[in-house]
């Protein structure tokens, strides 16, 4: 009996290691085609609770239908070939669920929501039914019920965190997403191998298939849907990652959902296109030339870095990204080089407080489409900004918003405008679902691009004086966002279900 007890204990903690570690694993299959927003976080916590009550009150019938372990070791068994099976379907699953949403030009929220529910929610449900089952046989006697239950609950919690733990800091990291489901499906798999009175020695063959899975190659996480050749992916701490390289040698960067180009590069060529050379542009607006100083909070793998240290090599730019992994490819895939270039890793807000330089402009370019960090976008962040400009400086900001939506750049306008009056905020719309906002101190910044044009390189004059000619004020209308309150994911969501009506 005390056997019995420590085996079932030991299945208990593994199975709340595998759900936990499945459901970080699950938000991170989900982010290459929906992103990583705290709205996909939400489904999939969601669908996880929804599947494991619903196991709950299944596995508790089911257990006193059939108080026997070889029973409960076949729901296990079973999950763990199903959770196994996840990320192997996932991929043509969650193509057609994208190709859903972009139609509808929205439902993050049911693409996500059907995406978790569709791959997770059969194997979770029947993890959910093991808990209950485990009391039921544990139970001698009612007198003893109370203690098991609450022995056992905090079993399958401390295996719940050892799951989360190492699945976000070790498995994830270390050995993927794919090979992340596989392991806890083996572990929990094997774990109920003991528990089978016949059939043990067949059943063996459940958790040594799910291993031999892990030595499969993972390949493409996201294959290309325009030609483009897949020349770089990770999945980093904190995102999926990929280069494309298209037929005429330009490479792009596209991260998580890929619904927008973080990163351009094109050999021997500096202006890209886009919003990179409408930023590039307006950094000449403080001094009606070269700046002395640029912090680019967000820079990805460097196309405005770069451009920067060719057309004002005597400019420093500190380039700030939080994830060190694409400041890695921007060196080796993106020339990101400058003479006077410095990258730091570290996370925009943060790093802006904690640094005692000055900088005549700040570019902002760490909103991800279509959602934004909220603390990058309120009152108190852009009071921060104004502390760090030298006088007369100015602050850049690339805001990609729904197509021809503009809820989200009023707020961000009416929000910066409490650190640099409404007058001194402008717009420079680039394209339907791109504006690059400009906060600055000084004199009217078209007339300081238009003396920029007379002095600038051939090919840098025409786009200095497109961008002066398209710089209009800034929208009004907005709330103020504060740290309290910056309901941004809200707000987009809002303006997709809009748009899509």
Do not use: C
């Not at 999926?240 to 590069?265: F, I, M, P, T």
């Amino acid at each position: 009996m005390a056997n019995r007890s420590r085996s079932l204990e030991v299945l208990v903690f593994t199975v709340g290691a595998g759900t936990l570690g499945s459901e970080i694993a699950a938000a991170r299959l989900l982010a290459p085609w929906f992103g990583a927003s705290t709205i996909v976080w939400a489904n999939t916590i969601a669908i996880v609770l929804v599947a494991l009550s619903i196991g709950y009150a299944i596995g508790g019938r089911y257990a006193d239908k059939d108080p026997r372990p070889a029973g409960l070791a076949k729901i296990v068994l079973i999950a763990s070939a199903l959770l196994a099976v996840v990320p192997f379907v996932s991929g043509p699953f969650l193509r057609q669920s994208v190709k859903a949403v972009d139609q509808l030009s929205a439902a993050t929220f049911l693409g996500s929501l059907v995406g978790v529910g569709v791959l997770l929610a059969v194997p979770l449900l029947m993890l959910g039914m093991v808990s209950p089952y485990a009391v039921r046989l544990t139970v001698d006697s009612v007198a003893d019920a109370g203690r098991t239950a609450g022995r056992l609950s905090a079993i399958a919690t401390v295996g719940s965190l050892t799951g989360t733990f190492a699945s976000s800091l070790l498995l994830i990291p270390v050995v993927g997403t794919r090979r992340t489901f596989l392991i806890f499906a083996a572990l929990m798999a094997l774990a109920a191998l003991p528990h089978l009175t016949r059939g043990r020695l067949a059943a063996a063959g459940v958790p040594l298939a799910i291993l031999a899975l892990v030595a499969v190659p993972t390949g493409t996480l996201k294959a290309s849907t325009n030609g483009e050749k897949v020349v770089w992916e990770k999945e980093t701490e904190y995102q999926y990652a990929r280069v494309l390289l298209d037929d005429d040698g330009q490479r792009s960067l596209e991260l998580n959902e890929g619904h927008a180009v973080h990163s351009l590069y094109t050999p021997g060529a500096w202006l890209v296109g886009g919003y990179w050379d409408e930023m590039l542009s307006l950094a000449t607006t403080p001094s009606g030339g070269a700046p002395g100083s640029v912090a680019i909070l967000g820079n990805a793998a460097g196309t405005t870095a770069r451009a920067i240290g060719h057309y004002f090599p005597g400019t420093r730019v500190d380039a700030v990204e939080i994830d060190g992994e694409l400041t890695e490819v921007g060196k080796d895939q993106f020339d990101l080089t400058a003479p006077d270039l410095h990258t730091h890793t570290a996370d925009a807000r943060p790093w802006l407080q904690a640094t005692d330089r000055t900088f005549d402009v700040i570019m902002v370019d760490a909103y991800r489409q279509p959602y934004i960090p909220f603390y990058l976008a309120t009152e108190e962040f852009f009071a921060l900004v104004k502390e760090h400009l030298n006088p007369g400086g100015a602050v850049i900001i690339n805001v990609g918003h729904p197509s021809d939506s503009d809820s989200l750049e009023k707020v961000l306008t009416t929000t910066m405008a409490t650190a640099f009056g409404q007058q001194n905020t402008w717009r420079n719309p680039v394209t339907a679902t791109s504006t690059v906002l400009l906060g600055t101190a000084g004199s009217d910044p078209r007339d300081a691009l238009r003396n920029a044009a007379t002095t600038a390189p051939a090919d840098l004059a025409p786009v200095l004086g497109a961008t002066a000619a398209r710089l209009r004020p800034g929208l009004t209308g907005g709330t103020v966002y504060t740290d309290d309150r910056a309901p941004v994911e809200w707000l987009v969501d809002t303006s997709l279900a809009a748009e899509a009506q």
